[in-house]
């Protein structure tokens, strides 16, 4: 439309049931819009559900390893990891050692890395494996959140 005095603007809106909306008022002249704010309101409301719609909410799901694993159970848990990770979820791991394990900390750190290392293209390391108490705990976050 052009530059024209915003009282000229106003009724042009006014003319054509419209409202004037001031869309930046830090320009020189504030830039208006002659919109319909109610269809308008709606129309955000509407792409404001779509994409809460579309929206996935990453789950963290928690795999536990005890530092002496056998190879099978190692196995089905890294597959139940892979799973989760291509499903966008992260996953935290915790090993717990109980009794006199606890004197064998490199075994839980060795199990941690090679999950890692097999989880490298899938995933990426939130949190690094640390000592919490008892506990041996690391974080895998997916590279990419889509849903397969």
């Known amino acids: 439309m052009g530059v024209m005095p915003s009282r000229d603007a106003f009724f042009k809106a006014q003319e054509q049931g419209k409202d004037l909306v001031l869309v930046t008022e830090k320009s020189q002249p504030p830039v208006v819009k002659i919109i319909d704010l109610a269809k308008h309101k709606y129309q955000l409301k509407q792409k404001q559900a779509k994409a809460r719609k579309k929206s996935r909410k990453q789950d963290l799901k928690e795999i536990r390893f005890s530092p002496f694993i056998g190879e099978g159970d190692y196995e089905s848990r890294l597959k139940k990891i892979t799973d989760f990770l291509k499903r966008g979820d992260k996953v935290r791991l915790q090993l717990q050692f109980k009794g006199r394990e606890i004197t064998k900390k490199e ?10 290392k097999a989880t490298e293209e899938l995933a990426i390391v939130e949190i690094e494996p640390k000592m919490i108490g008892k506990n041996l705990m690391a974080q895998l976050s997916p590279k990419t959140s889509k849903k397969t």
């Open 107 to 116: 075994f839980g750190y060795e199990i941690f890395t090679n999950v890692i």
